[in-house]
């Protein structure tokens, strides 16, 4: 019978992939949130947006979903998170030098006019960081008086 | 035998055709490229001076044990490296003035400048 080999070996396949991911369920990570030192003070309608649709990646408060306990997923958002947090890190934003501060904040600006921020696949798992018009907005608009303020000091 | 010579002339042309491949295209790829190196705690060079008006190319190559990410907001680019990697980044044709990079995974790190004219 031609079928009989064919289900033999996707039988094995399943086994293999079973016990390979079981494995990877051995490897350690870590998702932890490390201490908020210093916490960006956005205030209304652009904090709210700011914490709905950018702390998971850029702080050090990070809603962790119930799928980033699973490899090889777990690898993936940890390994995102990691550096999302190093790109920006709005738990540590007081502890920037004020030229990175100001850096930092001119890309936000910058990312914030590309509908790729937050990217689409973190978009799809979290329909509330999906960000309107109006917050787009707001946080553009609060970010810009950052930079202005933070130029000024320069 | 003219056959025989024809043949080993041609095997020796493939030969050489082969060495060339193999020594000399790698560095027609390089040709052009700039190199940045991050070493324990800076850039080398800290500031480079390119052509105005032309693409760039630069390579960075990351030999510290951390990982970094090659960023520019005035190049707009950010590329993160991995320890000892090198990356590919590439900008088109640059107005005279100045750019300036950092890593951003290390506000410690001197920022470093390209300079084009």
């Keep these: 019978m031609g079928l009989a080999p064919v289900g033999k070996y996707l039988a094995r396949a399943g086994v293999a992939i079973a016990i390979v991911l079981i494995a990877a369920q051995l490897v350690p990570i870590r998702l932890s949130n490390p201490p908020v030192t210093g916490d960006i003070a956005a205030p209304g309608e652009a904090g709210i947006a700011l914490r709905g649709a950018c702390y998971d990646c850029h702080s050090n408060q990070t809603g962790w979903p119930w799928y980033a306990q699973a490899a090889p997923l777990s690898w993936w958002i940890a390994r995102d998170v990691e550096y999302g947090r190093r790109q920006v890190n709005f738990s540590i934003w007081n502890t920037y030098y004020p030229a990175t501060r100001l850096r930092k904040l001119e890309w936000i600006g910058r990312s914030l006019k590309q509908p790729d921020m937050p990217p689409k696949w973190y978009r799809a798992m979290h329909p509330g960081a999906r960000l309107t018009k109006a917050q787009r907005a707001a946080l553009s608009a609060w970010f810009a008086g950052q930079v202005a303020a933070a130029s000024a000091t320069q | 035998m003219p056959h025989s010579h024809s043949t080993k002339a041609l095997l020796a042309l493939a030969a050489a055709a082969l060495v060339l491949t193999r020594f000399v295209a790698?560095?027609?790829a390089a040709d052009g490229a700039v190199q940045i190196?991050?070493?324990?705690?800076?850039?080398?060079?800290?500031?480079l001076t390119v052509p105005a008006g032309q693409p760039l190319v630069i390579e960075v190559t990351n030999v510290t044990g951390k990982t970094a990410e090659f960023e520019s907001f005035l190049l707009n680019r950010e590329k993160v490296v991995e320890p000892g990697q090198v990356i590919t980044v590439r900008v088109g044709p640059l107005s005279p003035g100045s750019y300036d990079f950092y890593d951003d995974f290390n506000q410690a790190v001197p920022q470093g400048s390209i300079v084009a004219r």
């Design chain 2, 37 to 47: 190196k991050l070493v324990e705690g800076h850039f080398e060079p800290q500031t």
């Design chain 2, 26 to 28: 790698p560095a027609c």
